[in-house]
């Protein structure tokens, strides 16, 4: 992250009739330069500032992602408007660890083409995880030629000057790259929500779960150095910052590859330092790697929130074998347990996978005990998707549809009874809450969330929205509270 006014002074020395600078960050602030010069040109061309529109398709990561496309756009001189097919300059960033998702993507893109006809001044970029799979690729260049702009994960942070080359072109422009051990930092982003932020904290994944692209599109485990990451906090809590959300696919393996080597647990440790910040959340943990440190780190904190989301996907050793994610059974339910143990007003929640090749009834049966014994605050089930060049895609006994459903079902109901008997233990409890809007469907009431991420809405107006107030939760609602401020 870079402060604007020293990202104005960066570009004010640039002459843009010479070469760009071969180093980066600096040849971006070029090209962010010259696009601002090409966007004013498009400006009076059409007599009002252009407008632009990025959708996101997935995780968190990607809607951080977003923000840096975003911040990109909004320094050149576009206008954000929040609706595509009203937008001069369309990007939808897309994800590919389901395949409802791509397909998202492409029936998006075929109601797009005739807003396009229309209004043939309309650009669209695709971004993101999708673009990194060649059979997208190739699909993109047959059937989809009104696409301008597609590039990948890895080069995102080139996003200025491939503006700037499809403002100047009137082909379909593609630049993927397989991989990158690059990370760029400094420049714009613009934030969904003032008080709150995601920090990448690394890049990639290992782990090849058989079942998984992501480490075919987002590439090899790359670790940011803490000062990078407590330098970025900082300048993001002295603009209002009070929460953050640190983002990796992984974050138990962070620092391991560093050259000076550090654990999560002892990142965690030097951002509880940072003043001003309230609340530190992270995302995603891997079991396998969940350490003791990380344990007692969170046991003893004041800051880091009271919610551990810990993928399980299945809870048969046999499947979990299968899908190469390393523990058993039992190791993950002895890890719940002592988290529970340990710190016992934590939510665990949890990711599940209904229908991986092979699961029989009796594997469903053992990740039902599972759900049952750790009684996850919430879970998010997914039925087995498919993904070419995955090893689990090669596997012959892939299971059939109708059993797959019936399983998913079993595994939904359960989730949902133990989840409703635990989000209920807090009725009668004063917590803390950050606000963060008003309330959607009652403008009497805002919305925020607890310390361990369960919604709470309760009488207030908009000078609350980013404050933490003290609540005392009157009833429960499900997977909800409705409370009163004290
Ligand atoms: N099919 C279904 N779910 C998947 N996930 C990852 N890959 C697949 C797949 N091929 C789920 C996992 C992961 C979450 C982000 O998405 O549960 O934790
Ligand atoms: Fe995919 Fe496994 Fe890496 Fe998570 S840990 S991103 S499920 S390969």
Redesign the pocket.
């Known amino acids: 992250m870079i402060k604007k006014e020293d990202l104005e002074i960066k570009m004010q020395s640039f002459d843009l009739t010479m070469t760009p600078p071969a180093e980066e960050p600096q040849r971006q602030y070029y090209y962010i330069a010259k696009a601002k010069k090409l966007v004013q040109e498009l400006e009076t061309r059409l007599g009002r500032k252009p407008t632009f529109c990025v959708t996101t398709f997935g995780?968190q990561m990607n809607a951080r992602d977003s923000e840096k496309l975003s911040g990109i756009l909004e320094e050149i001189g576009y206008v954000d408007n929040g609706s595509d097919e009203k937008s001069d300059f369309v990007i939808y960033n897309t994800c590919t660890?389901?395949?409802n998702a791509n397909q998202r993507v492409y029936g998006r893109l075929g109601a797009l083409s005739n807003y396009k006809k229309k209004n043939p001044q309309m650009r669209i970029a695709l971004c993101g995880c999708m673009m990194q799979e060649e059979t997208v690729i190739a699909k993109l260049k047959k059937s989809y030629r009104f696409v301008d702009l597609i590039f990948g994960t890895h080069n995102i942070f080139k996003f200025a000057e491939l503006v700037c080359d499809m403002l100047e072109s009137e082909d379909m422009i593609v630049d993927i790259w397989e991989s990158t051990d690059k990370i760029v930092e400094d420049l714009p982003i613009v934030r969904k929500y003032p008080f709150k932020s995601g920090i990448n904290i690394m890049f990639g994944c290992n782990n090849f779960?058989s079942?998984?692209?992501?480490p075919y599109v987002r590439g090899r485990e790359r670790s940011r150095s803490p000062e990078d990451i407590i330098r970025e906090i900082e300048m993001l809590v002295a603009d209002g910052v009070v929460e953050i959300m640190l983002l990796g696919q992984n974050v138990n393996s962070y620092g391991k590859n560093l050259d000076n080597p550090i654990s999560f647990a002892q990142l965690l440790q030097k951002i509880e330092q940072i003043e001003g910040l309230e609340r530190i959340r992270f995302m995603?943990s891997h079991p396998k790697d969940l350490s003791d440190e990380l344990i007692e780190v969170m046991r003893d904190s004041k800051k880091i929130c009271r919610h551990l989301h810990l993928?399980l996907?299945s809870g048969s050793t046999r499947i979990l074998e299968q899908m190469n994610r390393r523990y058993t059974k039992e190791q993950y339910l002895e890890l719940a347990l002592k988290i529970r143990r340990e710190i016992p007003d934590i939510s665990l929640t949890t990711?599940?996978?209904v229908?991986?090749p092979g699961e029989t009834d009796a594997d469903v049966d053992d990740t039902i005990d599972v759900i049952r014994k750790v009684g996850y605050d919430n879970a998010?089930t997914?039925?087995?998707?498919?993904?070419t060049g995955?090893p689990?895609a090669a596997m012959e006994n892939q299971v059939p549809e109708d059993v797959v459903k019936r399983n998913f079902n079993r595994v939904l109901e359960t989730v949902q009874e133990v989840s409703k008997n635990r989000t209920v233990v807090y009725t009668g409890q004063e917590v803390e809450v950050l606000v963060e809007e008003i309330n959607e469907h009652d403008d009497s009431l805002v919305t925020g969330r607890m310390s361990n991420n369960t919604m709470v809405h309760f009488k207030g107006d908009a000078s609350l929205v980013g404050t933490l107030q003290r609540v005392y939760l009157e009833e429960c609602h499900g997977f909800y509270y409705t409370g009163r401020s004290i």
Do not use: E
Not at 382 to 387: G, L, P
């Open positions: 995780c660890v389901r395949d779960c079942y998984c692209i992501v995603t993928p996907q990711d599940i996978i229908g991986f998010f997914f039925i087995y998707s498919k993904r995955t689990a």
